[in-house]
């Protein structure tokens, strides 16, 4: 790791626009900065500008406006060092065909000015069940497989920022949990990590932030737990001892629902506010007669306040 790694943000993106040759504007004045060693999670619909926005800060896309500082570095300025730091696993599956999955491994960290280390070459594939394979030609792999040579060169250099532009689209369960695995084990090197995802439950499952992106401009970014508990609803059910045909008078005032077979109430209530609801709901329970066996309380999940997100903002 190199001092530069102790500049906070690592990453700091300002203003941005991209207007493409074609007029089309994919993003609107971006602003976003990213302390070391975080996981950031950008979520969006297709289209809303996630690979523009990555592509720019790996210098595959030019940006129109703005400006984005890698570790207090320009990405104009010294483009070599700053490409140095970073690795990147596209969105698209670009590998080259014919050359074996050790040989492309090794040429991607010459590629980037970094002595031979043949031990953490052979870590790193082994790491993403790549070692039995190392002498075949790419051609000869599957898709799942391909994709683990894309995320073993982007980490051939040992960058301290990791971009994963839907690292897990298409992939089998089995990979989606190495992948969470490996960005764990990142995480704890101090990479760090920007991922975009169509599955919230890994934003979820991984993120630390969550960024969310709507055409072409960053709607939200909040950190995970502020934002499952500033916006997620809790719900409370109690599963009742007896069937109950209606609810009644006495607990309508508690806005309550009954399931179809009248075995469970089910009520929501507000997860940042100490709620007495709850309280006087189980008094009025008691005088009411009515016994449970069980309650349990459930909170919204990120995929739930996503939804609720991109409707409100349309
Ligand atoms: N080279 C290009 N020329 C013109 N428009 C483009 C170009 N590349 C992307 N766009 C447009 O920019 C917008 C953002 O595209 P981008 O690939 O960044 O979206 P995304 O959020 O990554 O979507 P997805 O979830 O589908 O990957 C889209 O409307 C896309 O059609
Ligand atoms: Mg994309």
Redo the contacts with the bound molecule.
């Keep these: 790791m190199t001092s530069n790694l102790r500049h906070n943000p690592i990453l700091s993106i300002r203003n941005v626009s991209?207007t493409?040759?074609?007029g089309?504007k994919?993003?609107n004045n971006i602003n976003l900065q990213i302390k070391n060693g975080e996981i950031v999670a950008i979520l969006?619909?297709?289209?809303?500008?996630?690979?523009?926005?990555?592509?720019i800060i790996c210098g595959i896309?030019s940006m129109s406006l703005g400006e984005v500082l890698v570790a207090g570095e320009s990405i104009h300025d010294d483009f070599r060092s700053v490409r140095s730091k970073i690795g990147i696993v596209p969105?698209e599956l670009t590998v080259h065909e014919f050359e074996s999955v050790w040989s492309t491994v090794k040429f991607t960290r010459g590629l980037y000015g970094k002595k031979p280390n043949p031990s953490y070459l052979e870590s790193l594939l082994k790491s993403l069940s790549l070692w039995e394979k190392k002498d075949q030609r790419i051609m000869t792999l599957s898709g799942g497989m391909k994709r683990r040579v894309l995320i073993a060169k982007a980490l051939s250099h040992e960058p301290s920022i990791l971009f994963l532009?839907?690292p897990t689209a298409g992939v089998d369960v089995e990979l989606r949990k190495d992948m969470w695995r490996i960005v764990s084990d990142l995480r704890a090197k101090g990479v760090t990590i920007i991922l975009?995802t169509?599955y919230i439950e890994e934003a979820e499952e991984i993120a630390d932030r969550i960024a969310i992106?709507r055409k072409?401009e960053m709607i939200l970014i909040e950190d995970k737990k502020t934002l499952m508990q500033k916006l997620g609803k809790k719900e409370l059910t109690l599963e009742l001892m007896k069937s109950l045909k209606s609810i009644p008078a006495s607990l309508q005032k508690h806005k309550l629902e009954l399931s179809s077979d009248g075995l469970q109430l089910r009520y929501q209530f507000d997860s940042q506010k100490s709620d007495k609801g709850i309280l006087n709901l189980l008094d009025d329970l008691k005088n009411a007669k009515i016994n449970y066996k069980d309650i349990n309380t459930k909170q919204s999940s990120l995929e739930e306040i996503f939804v609720e997100l991109i409707k409100e903002s349309k």
Excluded: P
């Design positions: 991209k493409y040759e074609n089309f994919a993003l969006g619909s297709n289209g809303a500008g996630k690979t523009t926005l990555i592509s896309v969105q532009d839907e975009t169509h992106m072409g």
